[in-house]
Nanobody
Framework: QVQLVESGGGLVQAGDSLRLSCAVS????????MAWFRQAPGKEREFVTALKWSDSNTYYADSVKGRFTVSRDNAKNTVYLQMNSLKTDDTAVYYC???????????????????WGPGTQVTVSS
């Protein structure tokens, strides 16, 4: 079992930055993939970024590429999402997710992730 808890959400203005954290506890393995998803009101939950625990390689959705950065701190067992140049379209509940995946690609759909945090709200005002 893996437990995930997000923090760091809040209300910011367009153009601002925000850093989300995901505290990871429980058993993780070398083939664990960590991801961030987001869900805006009335919309489907969408993939934002993924990070492979084994080598820290990352993958981003086109909508956030160049603005968001995912990273991890092994000592703190925490995954971060640094969000820069925020836009009003980034407003959503952000979820941390984890799964075991041994493939060469990155899982990007909701159903591929077994563990989820409760989410943290990010609101970007104009």
């Amino acid at each position: 079992q893996v437990q995930l808890v997000e923090s760091g959400g809040g209300l910011v203005q367009a153009g601002d930055s925000l850093r989300l954290s995901c505290a990871v506890s429980g058993r993780t393995f070398g083939n664990t993939v960590m991801a961030w998803f987001r869900q805006a009101p009335g919309k489907e939950r969408e993939f934002v970024t993924a990070l492979k625990w084994s080598d820290s390689n990352t993958y981003y959705a086109d909508s956030v590429k160049g603005r968001f950065t995912v990273s991890r701190d092994n000592a703190k067992n925490t995954v971060y999402l640094q969000m820069n140049s925020l836009k009003t379209d980034d407003t959503a509940v952000y979820y941390c997710a984890a799964t075991c995946y041994a493939g060469i690609y990155y899982p990007t759909t909701r159903r591929e992730y077994a563990y989820w945090g409760p989410g943290t709200q990010v609101t970007v005002s104009s």
